[in-house]
């Protein structure tokens, strides 16, 4: 049996979930899932990290207990995953107390190996950082991650002799180059190996802090935070007392961001050495969202709130924008626009509609079922034999963790099926009772939506389940890459559901153009040109004309009911030069994302576009019938 590990970072309680976190969980979710396709026995662990000096002051700032106020947060991270449709195999947290057994075991064991020593020192210590600074780590005398001076303190406490395993630790990252990815911050760490490692104090007097892990061999003391922390990833899968952490073990892989790079390749790796223990097989390091080019972060308190925009835009739009954006291991800018944007070209304009075309002319020329093919042409083979090479490297970068690559071929192959649609134009072949070849084109077209909704599944898995659901498919037995690689699993006559549309287009936000520029570009002649950019913000659709009226008491208006695909009201200055009757079943070009205005009492959401001259006013068409909603541009 193949085995997976996966890990997220156990996050801190002394703050909410928010887009950050919910990264590296969806990655993680993404990434088990994808093993799952593949036949993969698959252990995803998340959790939280609830000891230390930050959860006690987050605690006291609420008037609670460490206990109470942990308890609440951690139930927070808790219910957050379910709503991004995350899967974990188990949730830790480090009050429970087979981890804190797995500490004290660990610190007995290395204490008595002779690992762990005892010893006054003094230093420069960051209460934001948990831990002594080094002299070297300072910028301008402050910490460089909290921009504070550190606190100079002398204490006497347990420490880990790093150095004795540095040289070890430069051996393994040299003999295994994939163990640290992105290859960048391998690099970044054989710097800081090179630079000589200091004793790591692993302890802090109970005068000080008591809301820790106690030492096992000395009362008087709690365990570091990040000693602690990092043994989840064994307590986790059951180690030392259930046997089957071993299998799990041989196959751990961490996902972090960059933060954290530190404690998990340098701390880590010694850590396991130290008990005799193999490291892990990777580590997978990605970058930071920013807002607003400035890290997100609770203490910059700058933080998107996951739920947030679960509820505005859906689970499978957020984890398709955050995979597709981001080129795991470097930085990404994250705006709610950006997200529309993207989600509506990608989800909504391409896949989307390559499924509701699909599906609706299935159930409109075939009766809803799966039609019988046709013998097979050179196109048809074309596009089957593109979809299942763009899968296969799709494959590739996912196995590499490139998704925001591996959703661009995917993408493209999308597209080329939507041209293969027009090209073959199912409605003629309709018409022209040409059954056989409409037969071939909607068995390959339902064949291709088969395969897509089977790789998007670790990516978009609920929207994957309904287009599988609405082919007559189950889920549980078609959720295998093998099986989407089998071309023909359809069965001719088949029920098949139009089903919902699964990305129905999102509005844009509004542009407005403020007063002030307005009163200026009314002064300005000369000529002005604009950036592509600007007129990207366009949101230029074709809309189809279902019913046209007269707005009683006006000369000139008409009330026009469009599809694009939704359904709008559009108040239109026409009438004058076209009848109501003469206009349904047109399709013209419609502004999508102005904002709403109320013209003699009807709600206009859009503007159409006409062009003027001597003889008159035109409406702009297009030059063959388009999908509703197509864009424009
Ligand atoms: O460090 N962009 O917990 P933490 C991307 N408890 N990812 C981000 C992010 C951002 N702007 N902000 C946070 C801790 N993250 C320790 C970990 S593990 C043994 C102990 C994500 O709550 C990212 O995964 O500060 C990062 O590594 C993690 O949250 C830090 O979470």
Redesign the pocket.
Known sequence: MKRSYLT?????V??EP????A??TVVADTVARWKRLQGYEVFFLTGT?EHGDKIVRAAEARGLTPREYVDRIAEKFRQTWPLLHIQYTRFIRTTEPDHKRVVQHVLQLLYEKGDISFGEYEGLYCFGCERFLTRKELRDGLCPDHRTPPTPLRESNYFFDLSRYQNWLIDHLQKHPDFIQPPGYREEVLGLLREGLEPLCISRPKSRLSWGIEFPFDPNYVTY??FD??L??LSGIGYPDDPSWEKWWQVAEH??????LK??AIYWPIMLRALGLPVYRRLHV?????LNQA????SLGNVVRPGDLVSRYGADRVRYFLLREMAFGQDAEFSEEALVLRTNAELANDFGNLVFRTLSMVGKYCQGRVPVPGEETPEDRTLKERLLSAVENFAREMDHFRFHLGLSLLNEAVREANRYVDHQAPWELNKKGKQDRLGRVLYTLLEALRVLAVVLWPIIPRSSELLLGNLGLSPAEELSLERALTWGRLKPGQEVQRGKALFPRLERPSFEVPDREKDSAEEKVEEKTYPLEEFKKWDLRVAEIVAAERVPGTDRLLRLTVRCPEERTVVAGIAEHYRPEELVGKQVVLVANLKPARIRGVLSQGMILAARDEKGLKLLVPEETVTPGAEVG
């Open positions: 997220t970072p156990i996050y801190y002394n703050a928010h887009l950050g976190h990264y590296t990290d935070v990040w922390a990092l989840n990833y996902i972090i961001a960059k933060d954290i404690p998990h990605h970058g930071y969202w920013n890290k997100m972060s609770k």
